[in-house]
């Protein structure tokens, strides 16, 4: 069932008038352009009318960020043509290359990333170096000192025994046309013990960085390292909410993403997706004391991965397994 909430107040015609005043519509293609990506594929461009509201700049330089208030049907898009890319844990929409998505594999990859497009091709593929895959499990994209970074979440624990869990930060724009990028070791201990995560969120406004548990129960923990966290030494990770997911279908956190501009996020299940929404003009940290709102997405063999669209204007979600079909749900 379609969800409805209150529109934003600020209505996209304003925002794109005032945004042109701005010359936020204006897009250096040299910086952000991904050769071959056409304006379908960003997922939000700018003058989209799609959504109840453009409230600032999106992902991908010169967006303008779309908040949804009612969704459409999830659609089945195009099958992923990437044949390395049988486990596909985590998804996340580049921040700098329109069209762009970064995904990873599961336990048993070496650490690399693989950049894709919605219509199922490699745009490229990348080492991080000095990185290690032990259970890579969620990426994220945003704010970092560099600009604009992505953070991949080496959290996954199945048998809840590791010492400590890794997330690893790369310069995005280091990874513009190069085939490899240094990766930053953030390591991080739980407060209480060793967990089993699959979620990783970036404040889009902060930079703080969120993981959530995987609980068979339905109560997941979230535990935040804060964008000031040093690669020098160990951080012990801060306990700051719980969410109690509603008690249908699987319950278990599997992937999520931070909005790109609004203090909400999406956290899904093998079976389901749900979206935190905190008031407009609120801190991200108040999205998690949200009622979670049941979003539409296909059924998938083995739901894991779900990113925003860069502009924000609806996401995509895909399953592990052989040649994934790219989901996407968008404003309606």
């Known amino acids: 069932m379609q969800q409805r909430a209150h529109p934003l107040p600020c209505l996209q015609t304003q925002a794109v008038a005032l945004a042109v005043m701005l010359g936020l519509l204006s897009c250096d293609a040299s910086d952000t352009e991904e050769p071959g990506a056409t304006p379908e594929m960003t997922g939000g461009a700018a003058g989209s009318d799609r959504g109840d509201g453009a409230i600032g700049v999106g992902g991908v330089k010169g967006e303008i960020c779309q908040v949804c208030e009612e969704y459409g049907p999830a659609e089945r898009g195009a099958k992923l043509g990437v044949a390395v890319l049988t486990e596909l844990s985590g998804l996340a929409a580049s921040r700098r290359r329109p069209g762009v998505f970064y995904a990873h594999n599961d336990s ?149 993403d931070a909005h790109p501009c609004a203090p909400r996020f999406l956290l899904r299940t093998y079976t389901r997706a749900y979206e935190f929404r905190a008031p407009p003009g609120k801190p991200f940290l108040e999205a998690f004391a949200a009622t979670p709102v049941a979003v539409p997405v296909e059924p998938e063999a083995q739901g894991e991965a779900i990113a925003y669209l860069s502009g924000g204007g609806g996401f995509v979600t895909m399953s592990e397994g052989k040649g994934p079909w790219i989901n996407q749900t968008r404003c309606f």
């Open 108 to 256: 048993g990859d070496g650490p690399r990333l693989f950049a894709i497009t919605l219509e199922g091709t490699l745009a490229s593929e990348h080492e991080l170096l000095g990185a290690k895959a032990v259970d890579w499990e969620d990426i994220a994209t945003g704010p970092c000192t560099a600009g604009d970074c992505l953070f991949v979440a080496d959290i996954g624990d199945n048998t809840r025994k590791r010492a400590d869990v890794v997330i690893y930060r790369v310069d995005e724009a280091a990874l513009a046309w190069g085939k490899a990028a240094e990766a930053e070791a953030l390591r991080a201990i739980y407060p209480d013990g060793p967990h089993d995560a699959e979620t990783l969120l970036a404040d889009p406004s902060s930079g703080d960085l969120f993981v959530i548990t995987k609980e068979e129960s339905g109560t997941s923990l979230v535990f935040r390292l804060p964008a000031s966290a040093s690669t020098e030494e160990t951080t012990t990770l801060d306990l700051v909410a719980q969410l109690a997911l509603p008690a249908s279908g699987n319950r278990q956190a599997t992937g999520g």
